[in-house]
């Protein structure tokens, strides 16, 4: 454990961009490439949103909602910006965290032509309690990297991100677009995304999960083993599971060369 928190540690501060500390909000159109992004590849530009065009869900996110998301780090990915650091692209297992998730807002923009609801969504490092406290890793992650926000429209296009850390506690902007991915680069927050296709879903039932992520949703959710599913595999290996019921707008688990997450409450 102590090696995976100072792999982070060197990924968080050897990122950090030196002398750049501002209390105002700054913003970079040049996007940095990581490992996903949210979308729906196949939807029909100028059809309703994601969810409705995959018979996912009927609705689409708003302000005030909230879900955790249980996530275990299978992969440091130390070549982000051409870097490579000692312990470049080491296997790390390490303990499950626990993540919030939280609409923070919604608006509308015109995309094609086509007038697009929009969610903007933090993440942030949870802080376990209760019964449940001993299934995660309690160890803090983001002493450096405190949250991160990002805004997508209703067919999962990204707009832009925004980080906040040390050296930007307002928050650095970078603007996206449909071809951008969510930037990974130094963020220690998990990218358990929303993705979907509108053909290539496939029926399935409750996936494989890894026993520490399986003994974390056992407590939390214990109706998932009964559920059906939709499952996704992604040209660059991703692979989603949708709950088909409870018209649920999360992935109920998604596992990337990150590393893996699942849902463990939606409200």
């Not at 105002?24 to 949210?38: I, M």
């Not at 067919?155 to 506690?169: A, G, H, I, S, W």
């Not at 969510?182 to 358990?192: E, H, N």
Request: proline share 6%; with cysteine.
């Amino acid at each position: 454990m102590r090696i995976w928190l100072a792999a982070i540690a060197a990924l968080t501060l050897g990122f950090a961009a030196p002398g750049c500390g501002d209390d105002s909000k700054n913003t970079t159109t040049d996007p940095q490439v990581g490992a996903g992004k949210a979308d729906c590849p196949d939807c029909d530009p100028s059809g309703p949103n994601a969810f409705k065009q995959a018979n996912v869900a009927d609705g689409f996110y708003a302000k005030g909602d909230t879900w955790q998301v249980a996530y275990r780090f299978n992969r440091v990915n130390l070549f982000e910006k051409r870097e490579q650091l000692l312990f470049e692209d080491t296997i790390l297992e390490s303990e499950v965290y626990l993540f919030n998730y939280e609409v923070l807002s919604n608006d509308e923009d015109t995309f094609d032509n086509v007038k697009r609801e929009l969610a903007t969504i933090r993440v942030s490092q949870a802080t376990p309690s209760g019964a449940n406290a001993d299934l995660f890793n309690a160890e803090r992650l983001d002493t450096y990297e405190h949250k991160v926000e990002f805004m997508i429209n209703d067919l999962l296009d990204p707009v832009e991100e925004v980080t906040f850390n040390r050296d930007y506690p307002n928050g650095k902007t970078i603007r996206l677009d449909a071809k951008s991915n969510l930037k990974t680069g130094a963020s220690v927050f998990p990218r358990t995304i929303p993705r979907l296709l509108v053909n290539g879903g496939i029926d399935s039932p409750a996936p494989e999960l890894p026993a520490d992520l399986r003994d974390v949703v056992d407590a939390m959710m214990p109706s998932w083993s009964s559920m059906t599913y939709l499952k996704y595999v992604f040209d660059n290996g991703d692979t989603v599971y949708w709950a088909k019921e409870g018209d649920i707008l999360w992935p109920f688990y998604v596992e990337t060369t990150r590393g893996a997450g699942v849902l463990v409450s939606w409200r």
